[in-house]
């Protein structure tokens, strides 16, 4: 029988909590929203109010605990949509087909607001219209993915 020295012991605790709790504190729906949108997704978008309502509970039992802004009940509706119909239901395939909705009515398409690093929940976290213009004049470099939104997909026309 291989026993562990007392100061082994403390370490190796210590470094099993810490691991839970890294996990804990980056739950899988947010985890693929972030590889979804990869280097597009801002800093400020990769946290959990993206979908959720701000919270002071600090230990939600619950997604009741924890309620959805309209983006996430959005997803949240679509996810059943998909489970019952058996289709896939994962978040990227959720999130290209709300892409072009506007779930907190703002005016702005899901995915463009997503792209320019504004909260599709928050109908107060709009691009302004200056935001919008430039956007729609820009070209990602080659190589680069294409967004899904119309209005940031480069243009089709042949230039002469």
């Given amino acids: 029988m291989t026993f562990v020295k007392p100061g082994c012991r403390l370490v190796l605790l210590a470094s099993l909590v810490a691991s839970a709790t890294s996990l804990w504190a980056t ?3 947010k985890a693929a929203l972030e590889r979804h949108y990869d280097r597009f997704l801002s800093k400020e978008l990769a946290r959990c109010t993206t979908c ?24 949240r509706r679509l996810g059943m ?7 896939k239901q994962d978040i990227p395939a959720r999130l290209k087909l709300i892409a072009l909705e506007d779930a907190d ?23 302004a219209a200056k935001e919008l213009r430039e956007a729609r004049r820009r070209k990602p470099p080659v190589g680069d993915a294409i967004p899904s939104t119309p209005s940031l997909r480069p243009s089709t026309a042949r230039i002469s």
């Fill in 52 to 75: 959720h309502l701000p919270s002071d509970n600090k230990a939600p039992q619950s997604l009741d605990d924890f309620p959805h802004n309209p983006f996430g009940q959005r997803l």
């Fill in 27 to 29: 739950p899988a729906n």
């Fill in 81 to 87: 949509e998909l489970d019952e119909s058996g289709r």
């Fill in 105 to 127: 009515a703002d005016g702005v398409p899901n995915e463009t607001e997503i792209l320019l690093g504004h909260n599709p929940g928050d109908a107060t976290d709009k691009p």
